[in-house]
């Protein structure tokens, strides 16, 4: 079983930023990808960033130029950097894993989100 532990989110003023962090921990073989997804109050959740290894990371259209998804592999940790934070961005984060575990088997694991608030 593979978990994942987020931290780093808050309240923050409009303009503002935050750093999130993702840890995953468990029995481990390979992360193939790791992502950061978000879900507004009323609404769907949704991809933000994403990052699978031997690809360029991917964004959400509304948060390129402002947000940049970054990976440890050496401490199986995503970092998500916010700059220019705006309340629409906020939101609670989740963290998203998928690889193989320590028994070769698929997972797609998620953390239990943290809190974006961005104040106008």
């Known amino acids: 079983q593979v978990q994942l532990v987020e931290s780093g989110g808050g309240l923050v003023q409009d303009g503002g930023s935050l750093r999130l962090s993702c840890a995953a921990s468990g029995s481990i073989f390979n992360i193939n990808a790791m992502g950061w997804y978000r879900q507004a109050p009323g609404k769907q959740r949704e991809l933000v960033a994403g990052?699978?290894?031997?690809?360029?990371?991917n964004y959400a259209d509304s948060v390129k130029g402002r947000f940049t998804i970054s990976r440890d592999n050496a401490k199986n940790t995503v970092y998500l950097q916010m700059n220019s934070l705006k309340p629409d961005d906020t939101a609670v984060y989740f963290c998203?894993?998928?690889?193989?575990?320590?028994?070769?088997?698929?997972?797609?694991?998620w953390g239990q989100g943290t809190q974006v608030t961005v104040s106008s």
């Open positions: 990052i699978t290894s031997g690809r360029s990371p």
């Open positions: 998203n894993a998928r690889g193989l575990d320590g028994r070769l088997r698929s997972y797609d694991s």
